[in-house]
Each structure stands twice: as structure tokens, then as C-alpha cells.
């Protein structure tokens, strides 16, 4: 199939791209479970609670066992009572990690890359550089394409687009190795350069 291919002056072309990574069906079950393990693997699992040894309460019977009308109760750290501890409580080493099939995962960025380029979110550009590392110069370019938000994915990021890209609000500029389904889906657009593509169709395809 091919694709909408934009030079540096702004000139529309076209550029022939694999139908395998571009030309999917969509498929919203695995797009959605690839997406929910993505963002459960990158969960740190730290969160912790206590159980009724571990929270601070004194083991003194709060009361005598007969004779108040209310249900006996040995001590205030009762999982039973406000501010006790938690019967089953969360542990700091729980592990959120979901696994993802290396052919399910080329699928589903597959299934994204082709939806992207069907709602027309997806664009292709000659090169993606910059002379210096000023945030102008970026800007400059994604007016020129005219995005406001958009995920770049260029075959090298240099150090003057790195330091150029990282003022302005709602765009992000990463390399092929570093594309995932949540930012893939996140920005409004996608930039791509022709190197990129090839990089892409290579490790996906």
C-alpha cells in the first residue's frame, strides 16, 4: 500500500509501505489487552498496608467484656474497627506483570499503525533534523505540517533535536526501538520518517 509522503518543502508524494505492519484490520480485543499490559508492566508495585501487628495501636482490652451492651472486643487494632489493620493487606513485592507474546505484540502495533493511517493521523516525512538545538526550529516544522500534538519517530534522535523538542507541550520524539501502543494511541498524530518506516517494518513486519 502506500502512504502520504511530505518533503522538507512541504510537497506531498507517496511512499510504498508494507500492507503486513499498514494495512491491518482493526482488531479493538487486542488493541485493548495490549494496552492494559503495557501500563500493568510498567506498574512498580510498591503500595503497602498493614495487617493488625503492624499498625499502631495499643493491646489493651478497650473495654470489659460483659456488661456494655456492645460486641466483646480484645483490642482497638481489630481489622474490625476504624483504623486497624487490613485483613488481607497489599504487599510491597506484588507483581502486576502481565505477559505479552512477542507475535501478539507485532500484531497489535501492526493494528495501530494501520488504524492511525486510515483515520489519516499518520504521516511520513523525508527526515526529521534540526541545525540547532532550539525549540523554534521544531516548532517551526510542526507548524509547517500543521500539528499541535504529535509522537515523532525518527530513525536517530540526535543531540540538537533532543535538546530542541523537550519545551514544547504535548510532543515527544522517540526512535523505532522506543515506540509502544500508549503513545502510539496518546498523541493526536504520528510522524514518522522514511528511515523510520524501514526500521519499523523490519522489526515488525
Known amino acids: 500500500m502506500e502512504l502520504k509522503l511530505v518533503n522538507e518543502q512541504g510537497a506531498q508524494t507517496s511512499v510504498t509501505v508494507s500492507d503486513t505492519l499498514f494495512g491491518r484490520e482493526y482488531n479493538e480485543a487486542l488493541v485493548h489487552q495490549l494496552v492494559v499490559a503495557y501500563q500493568a508492566n510498567a506498574r512498580s ?14 493491646t489493651k482490652k478497650p473495654f470489659k467484656q460483659k456488661g456494655t451492651g456492645r460486641a466483646r472486643a480484645g483490642m482497638t487494632s481489630s481489622p474490625l474497627w476504624r483504623g486497624g489493620g487490613r485483613i488481607f493487606p497489599n504487599s510491597p513485592d506484588e507483581n502486576f506483570s502481565q505477559k505479552v507474546n512477542r507475535k501478539m505484540h507485532r500484531a497489535g502495533m501492526a493494528v495501530i ?93
Open 45 to 58: 508495585g510498591n503500595r503497602k498496608q498493614k495487617d493488625r501487628e503492624e499498625v499502631h495501636h495499643s
Open 113 to 205: 499503525l494501520s488504524q492511525l493511517a486510515r483515520e489519516g493521523r499518520l504521516v511520513v516525512v523525508d527526515g526529521f533534523t534540526v541545525e540547532a538545538p532550539k525549540t523554534r526550529l521544531v516548532a517551526d516544522k510542526m507548524r509547517a505540517l500543521g500539528l499541535t500534538s504529535a509522537l515523532v519517530i525518527t530513525d536517530k534522535v540526535d543531540e540538537n533535536l533532543g535538546l530542541a523538542y523537550r519545551n514544547i507541550p504535548n510532543f515527544a520524539v522517540i526512535e523505532p526501538h522506543q515506540a509502544d501502543p500508549v503513545s502510539l494511541l496518546h498523541f493526536s498524530n504520528v510522524v514518522m520518517t522514511k528511515a523510520a518506516v524501514s526500521k519499523m517494518e523490519e522489526s515488525l513486519a
